[in-house]
Each structure stands twice: as structure tokens, then as C-alpha cells.
């Protein structure tokens, strides 16, 4: 297998060395640098159309960064095996394309693709090492505008503005930079002197969650439903807010299909192409913070795998597997996390016997340990849980959690499950995946595998399976029989 890997990799370099930036078929797409990233074309540049393909035409696209097989073959309107065949250095068992490889891809055309303008980069979307330096509360009190003067209690204390996006930024796992400009572009954040006069600042409409604030949070929850529903295939069409139905165009990226997603919600017709488009969001963050193209930081790279992880309970354990994929964070996507509870007599908040602990799943460094926003450990144990692996936990009790700084091995005890932090009807762990911030999807082609344990979707949040050789459980929050998953690893 790893032979096989090998040579992909070879023959990666080789097509790559040896593959021109034009399009082998003249299909027009962005301008695209030496290192394979698209740039945006500037304001003065006719956005390109998609011709109506023949059935099964091959069409050349080039690899972007967290691009997977499943995924390309669902905006494509294909198959996995049809794009095999059209690229047979790719190996079956491929998880993620490396980026700027070049590929022929069978495509069945539909119609009303949208704009091939890309607005944003995958590394500039998510808080990733890119954001590493980036000093929110200089960068807005060095600003004119309303923001740097706003404030809200939360998460148990007043924050200012520019705390509160850095708040958001670090649970929903979006750019600092990033929910900045969007405050700025519908709300002049940072020129103006005074924010608008509607409380729904952002146009997201929920009842009670109309402050500033509030509204941060709802758009970074329609963003990440944006952007990990396009990564992992399955947001290929939506309705904008006059329900006109909107395509994002197939060689698109998870960033910028995240950016019309999110204003699809408030936005229709000349307002919604303005917002995605050249003269749109685009525009205000290269105003505020440069062209985030410039930078060709790979955010997830070729042929990535899950290092080794254990089950979050200890050896000879046998724990209920309670909650398939489900959000890592918010509401919807990502479908990142699963929920383990201990065993117990009594359903609902209880507290855990002392030898009922949540371990660490794997080697590394406590990075952050909070009730209300979970602990996460660093893999790396560089210290910022933006770079690299990382596991992130929620709902461990106050009393006996892992504290900052602490460097755990594999097995050691990081809390106990409890129903502390976030919203929980029993006492369990929710844990899940991160790379270099982005969340890691449980069921993709990454698959989330846990002493052997592989997670598989349900039919819908919290619903789905785990698999060992011929052994199977099922999700479940009843705790039967059938949820059972005995922690025995090495």
C-alpha cells in the first residue's frame, strides 16, 4: 500500500513538472499561478462562462487544497470510478489530492452553475497557521470605526469587539481576519463611526439573537455549514433569499463556495452577485489585510492520514457509543464529532465513578481547558492548536480536568464526562478531529478511526455506526446492548 502511495506521489510530480497553467480542453477558468493556486481575476477582468459539456467530457481541473475523490465526483456530477479511470496514477485508496495536481475529470453538465470567481482561499478562511500573529486587538483599535468600542458578556465575563471575534474565531474554527471583513462589509465595522441603525446587524434573521454579537455567531455557523458541506460533497445547490436556486460552479473552492452560502441566506439577485464577486467581500478583506492569494500555505496536504488514536476511555472499558457524527461546533456542519458515555446506572447528568476518566486518545500537549469551550490537545505540542493534528473535547467536568500545559501520553486521564459545557442530555465526551484548524469530517475520507473503531454517517445527525472487523454498533443515546464498545487497544 505504501508502494502504491509512493508512486502517486512520483507521478504526482512528474504531471505537475510537466503540465502547463493553460487548459488542455480551453475550458476557461481562473488565471492560475506557477504553484497551481487560483488567484482571482481583478475588477476589470470578464468573469469566464461554463460551456454545456458533452456527456462524460473530460474537462481539466487542477487539485485544491482538501479535495477527495467522493467530493469531486459529486460537484462534477460523476463517479469515483470515472474519475479513476481518467487518472489511473491516482490509487483507490487516496484520501486527499494533493494540491496544484493536475487531473482529467468526466463531467455531466448542469445547469445554472454560478461565478468561477474564487473570493477567498481554504487557508485564508479557516483559522489556521495563517492567522499565527495575526493580533486581532491592535489590528481593530487601530481602526476608526464603531467595533473597538463594543462589548458583550460572554462566556462568563465582558469581552470587547475585538475579543468577541477572536472568541468565535477560536470555537467555530474561522479566520479572525475573515469575520472582520464581514463586519465590515455589512456593517462598516471598522470606518464607521456608528453601526446601522437594524440590531440584525448581519441580516440573519432568528428570533432573540438579533445583537452584534449574536449575529457574529450565526455567521460563522452558516459559514462553516457553507464550507464543510462542499467539502464533503453534499451542499452542491441551495436558494438564495428570494429562492432562486444557485449552483456554485464545480471547480470551485470549499472557501469560497462557503462565502455565497452564508450570503445566500440574506441576499438575493444584484446584491447577492455583488457580495461574491469581485467588487464584493473580496474587496473589503484585500482593502483591510492584503491579497490573502499572495500566501500559498497548503492547509491540508496530499494523501493525508489520521495518525494512531485510541478510544477517549480506558483499557477494557466498555463505554456507550452514543452520538455519531454530529457538529464539532454550532449546529449542522461540520459532522465532525462523536459522543462516548460511561457506564452507569441511571440515565441523565450523574456524576462518573472514579475509574469511569476520559483519556488522552494519543500523545500530546494540553493547549486549552475550559468548561465552556472544551480542552484540546496539541499532537504536535507546538503550542497552538491551529498548527497540525489536534483533539478536541467537550463536556468534561470542571473538577479534575487536564489544566494548560500539562503533557499527557497516550491513556493518560484528561477529565471525566460529565453534562458541563454546551448543551447535553447525559453525562458523556464529545470528541473530535482537527488539522491545521480545519474540522476533519468523522465519516470522509479521512475516516475517524478509534482503536480500530471507524466511524460511518447515519441518517442524520447522531445517527450512524462503528465498525471493527465484523463487529458493528450503533449510535444510540438509549445505552443498550447494541451501543457497547469495549477499549480494548494495545
Not at 60 to 81: H, I, M
Not at 102 to 110: A, W
Not at 327 to 355: I, M, N, Q, R, V
Request: aromatic share 12%; glycine share 8%.
Amino acid at each position: 500500500m505504501n508502494k502504491i502511495k509512493y508512486i502517486f506521489l512520483i507521478l504526482i510530480l512528474i504531471l505537475t513538472a510537466c503540465t502547463s497553467t493553460s487548459n488542455s480542453d480551453n475550458t476557461p477558468a481562473s488565471p492560475i499561478a506557477p504553484t497551481g493556486v487560483l488567484f482571482p481575476p481583478s475588477d476589470s477582468t470578464p468573469l469566464p462562462t461554463r460551456p454545456a459539456f458533452k456527456p462524460a467530457e473530460l474537462v481539466a481541473y487542477t487539485a485544491q487544497t482538501g479535495d477527495t475523490l467522493p467530493a469531486l465526483a459529486a460537484r462534477f456530477n460523476t463517479t469515483v470510478d470515472e474519475i479513476l479511470s481518467a487518472n489511473t496514477f491516482i490509487p483507490r485508496d487516496a484520501t486527499t489530492m494533493p494540491a496544484g495536481m493536475p487531473m482529467q475529470i468526466p463531467i455531466y453538465y448542469r445547469a445554472l452553475w454560478g461565478t468561477p470567481f474564487q473570493s477567498i482561499p481554504d487557508q485564508a478562511f479557516i483559522n489556521s497557521p495563517t492567522s499565527s500573529g495575526f493580533n486581532t486587538e491592535a489590528f481593530v483599535q487601530s481602526q476608526n470605526g464603531w467595533w473597538k468600542n463594543y462589548s458583550a458578556y460572554v462566556g462568563g465575563r465582558t469581552r470587547t469587539g475585538a475579543e468577541l471575534v477572536d472568541y468565535v474565531a477560536m470555537n467555530y474554527s474561522i479566520s479572525p481576519r475573515l469575520l472582520l471583513a464581514i463586519l465590515e462589509y455589512q456593517g462598516g465595522a471598522l470606518t464607521k463611526e456608528e453601526p446601522p441603525v437594524s440590531r440584525k446587524l448581519l441580516g440573519l434573521d432568528r428570533l432573540f439573537w438579533e445583537s452584534h454579537y449574536l449575529q457574529l455567531v450565526l455567521a460563522a455557523n452558516e459559514l462553516n455549514n457553507g464550507y464543510y458541506g462542499w467539502r464533503q460533497g453534499s451542499l452542491l445547490e441551495f436558494e438564495d433569499a428570494s429562492g432562486n436556486l444557485f449552483r456554485p460552479d464545480p471547480w470551485q473552492n470549499a472557501g469560497s463556495v462557503a462565502l455565497q452560502y452564508y450570503f445566500s441566506r440574506m441576499m438575493s439577485a444584484d446584491e447577492f452577485s455583488q457580495a461574491i464577486g469581485s467588487s464584493g467581500l473580496a474587496k473589503t478583506y484585500v482593502s483591510l489585510f492584503g491579497n490573502p492569494w499572495d500566501d500559498p500555505f497548503e492547509l491540508i496536504p496530499g494523501s493525508l492520514t489520521q495518525p494512531e488514536l485510541l478510544l477517549p476511555f480506558p483499557k477494557s472499558q466498555t463505554w456507550s457509543y452514543t452520538g455519531g457524527p454530529h457538529t464539532g461546533w454550532g449546529t449542522g456542519e461540520p459532522l465532525a464529532a462523536l459522543d462516548f458515555a460511561p457506564p452507569s446506572e441511571k440515565s441523565g447528568c450523574t456524576s462518573a465513578k472514579p475509574e469511569n476518566y476520559v483519556v488522552a486518545v494519543a500523545d500530546g500537549l494540553v493547549v486549552r481547558s475550559s468548561t465552556n469551550e472544551g480542552v484540546v490537545l496539541d499532537l504536535d505540542k507546538d503550542g497552538d492548536e491551529r498548527t497540525g493534528w489536534v483533539i478536541y473535547y467537550l463536556h468534561l467536568a470542571t473538577n479534575q480536568r487536564a489544566v494548560v500545559g500539562l503533557n499527557l501520553n497516550a491513556g493518560d486521564l484528561i477529565g471525566y464526562p460529565s453534562c458541563e459545557g454546551g448543551r447535553s442530555t447525559g453525562t458523556h465526551v464529545h470528541v473530535a478531529r482537527k488539522y491545521n484548524g480545519e474540522w476533519i469530517l468523522a465519516d470522509s475520507a479521512i475516516p475517524f478511526v478509534l482503536s480500530g473503531w471507524t466511524a460511518h454517517s447515519g441518517s442524520a445527525e447522531y445517527l450512524g455506526t462503528l465498525t471493527k472487523g465484523n463487529a458493528t454498533v450503533i449510535a444510540c443515546e438509549c445505552g443498550d446492548e447494541f451501543t457497547s464498545v469495549n477499549a480494548e487497544y494495545p
